[in-house]
């Protein structure tokens, strides 16, 4: 059965004539090997993702309980919404893990990677906050693996490196919903959602031996920390209005990658069994069209709940 949604969208930007050849000499990337097709990723939701070869399994972000908190619901959202956990819904859609990436701590990133860890006996890589919420959602402290940013570890079938960022902000003052962090001492069992700190924010190239992904849990990066990465696959998200100029950044510093996927775009109160339904209307367009401006060799990917793409 072929698992390719029909929602997908490809847009490749076809130009013709001088203007396109411009366009293609002007955004020029270093040449790269064809991806080699030995690469499944999956969408879990928000930014939930599932990477699986025939060696190894990646998570990164899996939050799969989707709990209602209203965050997409004008006048809706409840920051003392209660945290919950569904291991029935995680048991359906994760298997088995290698390793979890976590990108920061907030809800929608965090919730259920004890039990995914538990469930799998996957190393999870996460900031020292990110890992003290885990330990305090009894996520097996064995299989916590620190980091803080400039790290690059070898597993069977993989590498993972590790870049500081930062979460993007938002409202007059530039804050970060829940922002914050728990070094040090393990925090009490957080609760409800606005005791889950963003803690510090994590992004992450992963390699499957030349074909290669990078993700931020958010529309934020360091652009001197990740300057000349050269992935095969970059996600990006709606959001990021205070980031100046997010996407057009991200794709140059990493060299207007072959293909660029949309994460993290959909309204997480809405089933993952049915297709994704927007967060922010007009979201997934906008970001097309500029990755389309920026980029227009790039290849825009949109995937829907549950749906699989092979690289």
Known sequence: MDTRMEIKRRTLWKGAGAAA???SVLNAAPARAEPTGTVSLRWLGTNAWEFT?????????PWISRFRTGTYKE??????????VYPEAIDEHVGGADCVLVTHGHYDHICDVPYVARKTGATVIGNESHLNFLRAMDAPEEQLAEVAGGELYKFDGFTVEVFRSSHSAGRTHKTIAFGGSWPGSVPPRPKRINELLEGGSLTYLLDFGGVSFFNAGSANFHHREIEGIRPTAVFVQPGGSHTPDYIERLLECTGYPPYVIATHWDDFDEPLTEPAVEGIRGGVARMRERVEAAS?????ILIDHLESHDF
């Open 21 to 23: 050849l411009a366009g």
């Open 53 to 61: 070869t025939s060696e190894a399994t990646v998570l990164i972000d």
């Open 75 to 84: 006048g809706e959202f409840d920051p003392e919404t209660k945290i919950e």
């Open 296 to 300: 227009p060799q790039s290849e825009f």
